[in-house]
């Protein structure tokens, strides 16, 4: 018996070893197998988010102790052949005290941080740098970058790109070149990622053309709601380059699982490059953008689009 208990043991921990160390090799911003916490932070208020989260547990945990603990003892020591005469109190003034002020003080705690949170994720610590609108179709997303001011009198205007980012098929895996399953994965990769630059302040505007779609990139801590005739603002400024994927988190019919949000996180460089020849040709833009990363990486293949 102690010979199996601790071979299962073994086996247990040999298989986490395993899973965790292939965790560590999947790319972060995209779900894994056997996944139990949240994604990979890759921005500040993600961060912030993985904070609140792990401090909540130390107030969830001892209470849910501390409720079954109380609901064994109640259902031992109660129990009618041991208690054949119950009491009859109606009133403990310590009692009902301390019912009041405990929890009150726990939501106290919860609150101030929580607060304090939600004011960061729509206050951004400086002016955003740059924006980009979002328009939720059935059942694709189109993007849309704006300038983050007007241009002054006598400056070039800045370059018009806007494009419709679709579900990836699997038919068209090599066509694009995207046919690496782990960069690239089932119903989350698209055609044409949202480009953006690494470290900036971007101002997100959600919208949407036909019903209700929701932007959420769970790495980026990002979820604002898309609603018809109505632009939701947020800010997220991503800390590592790389492609991060998210969905549409509303229920907007009949393909909505296929609605998957791509954003590929480059350096300030080669956005600026990007950015510049997507408003005349978004084909050559991408194809030099990925020569950079190419040349970046030391040669590791990455899509052609």
């Not at 972060?28 to 916490?37: E, K, S």
């Not at 979002?134 to 494009?163: D, I, K, M």
């Not at 690494?198 to 898309?226: N, Q, W, Y």
Request: some cysteine; hydrophobic content about 40%.
């Amino acid at each position: 018996m102690r010979r199996s208990f601790f071979g299962a043991a073994a086996l247990l921990g040999s298989a986490g070893a395993a899973l965790a160390q292939s965790a560590e090799e999947l790319p972060p911003g995209q779900p894994h197998p056997w996944q139990i916490d949240l994604q990979e932070a890759v921005s500040p208020i993600q961060s912030q988010i993985h904070w609140f989260s792990n401090y909540t547990l130390w107030f969830i945990v001892p209470i849910t102790i501390l409720v079954a603990a109380l609901l064994v003892y109640v259902i031992v020591r109660f129990a009618e052949h041991r208690n054949p005469t119950p009491s009859r109190t109606s009133h403990n003034t310590v009692i009902e005290v301390i019912w009041t002020v405990a929890p009150v003080l726990v939501l106290v705690c919860l609150a101030i941080p929580s607060f304090q949170l939600l004011t960061a994720q729509y206050n951004p610590p400086r002016e955003p740098e740059m924006t980009v609108k979002a328009t939720g179709y059935q059942w694709y997303w189109e993007y849309e970058y704006q300038p983050a001011a007007l241009p002054e009198p006598g400056a070039e205007t800045p370059p018009n790109v806007s494009f419709g980012s679709y579900p990836l098929g699997e038919d068209d895996r090599e066509a694009s070149g995207k046919v690496d399953r782990v960069l690239y994965p089932h119903l989350l990769a698209v055609d044409q990622e949202l480009v953006v630059p690494v470290d900036t302040e971007i101002r997100l505007l959600s919208t949407s053309a036909d019903v209700i779609h929701s932007f959420a990139m769970p790495s980026m801590g990002v979820k604002v709601d898309s609603i018809p005739g109505r632009i939701n603002e947020y800010f997220f400024n991503p800390q590592r380059e790389g492609i991060f994927y998210g969905q549409c988190s509303e229920l907007c019919g009949q393909s909505h699982y296929n609605m998957p949000i791509a954003i590929r996180v480059v350096s300030k460089e080669q956005f600026q490059q990007w950015y510049t020849a997507a408003g005349t040709d978004l084909a050559g833009a991408n194809a030099q953008l990925n020569a950079s990363i190419e040349t970046a990486r030391g040669g590791v293949a990455v899509a052609a689009r």
